[in-house]
């Protein structure tokens, strides 16, 4: 089993629509998990980070169910600027030096 | 603020041939970290420095793979010999403190093709 797994998709959806990522992770020790957003043959750049209580950033919402190891994204009123590839990162590592753990990513594709 | 600068942007090679890359982290970051990004995956961390030592190498091939950040700065990441499947973008990134919550800052990469 991967250590982060994500639907790669790709989700194609329209200008406007909502549109939700889900991620699950394999290490319940996991300390901190964090959204980072990725371009076409660009570096990833963090979109967000997850916390247990849910947190958002204008239109992004991130929830985090450490019961069921899992996190989720969010994306409303979806815009053209919001293609890219989505990537679920978990913190593997509960000591001072974080090691990220990366999935594979989900790509979004919205169209007009 | 400079961002993480890597160098080249693009190498091409041959099968068996032997190439570097380089990488100059954020000012004042103390963690580097080298990543590979097969085509259709996620990064993968290979390397992690804590100013200059290693704290974590667990996953980069060391028969062929090898990395220094000799003055805690600048680090080069070789690989000798090359591959076929080494072909990916390899990412430098770097973060001031790696707490739990630090963001890391990755560089542009370097794309490499091997023949």
């Known amino acids: 089993r991967k250590e982060v797994e994500q639907d790669p998709g790709p989700f194609n959806v329209p200008e406007g629509a909502t549109v939700a990522f889900n991620c699950t992770y394999s290490?319940?020790?996991?300390?901190?998990f964090f959204w980072y957003r990725q371009d076409c043959r660009k570096e990833p750049k963090l979109l967000m980070s997850?916390?247990?209580s849910g947190n958002e950033d204008g239109r992004f919402t991130a929830q985090l169910n450490r019961a069921s190891q899992y996190i989720s994204l969010l994306i409303r009123d979806s815009k053209l600027s919001d293609s890219a590839t989505y990537l679920c990162?978990?913190?593997?590592?509960?000591?001072?030096?974080?090691?990220?753990?990366f999935g594979q990513g989900t790509i979004l594709t919205v169209h007009p | 603020e400079a961002g993480v600068a890597q160098s080249p942007r693009y190498k091409i090679i041959e099968k068996r041939q032997s190439v570097a890359f380089w990488c100059n982290p954020i000012?004042?970051?103390?963690?580097l970290y080298w990543y590979q990004q097969i085509l259709g995956q996620g990064p993968k961390l290979l390397i992690q420095?804590?100013?200059?030592?290693?704290?974590?190498d667990s996953q980069l091939p060391k028969d062929r793979f090898s990395a220094e950040r000799l003055k805690g700065v600048d680090s080069t990441l070789k690989i000798q010999p090359a591959k076929l499947e080494d072909s990916a973008v390899y990412l430098c990134?770097?973060?001031?403190?790696?707490?739990?919550?630090?963001?890391?800052?990755f560089g542009p990469g370097t794309r490499l093709l091997v023949l």
């Open positions: 990134a770097s973060s001031l403190n790696p707490t739990s919550g630090e963001t890391q800052y």
């Open positions: 290490n319940s020790a996991s300390q901190s």
């Open positions: 997850v916390y247990s």
């Open positions: 990162v978990v913190n593997m590592r509960g000591t001072s030096y974080g090691k990220l753990t």
């Open positions: 000012s004042g970051h103390a963690t």
């Open positions: 420095f804590q100013n200059n030592g290693v704290v974590d």
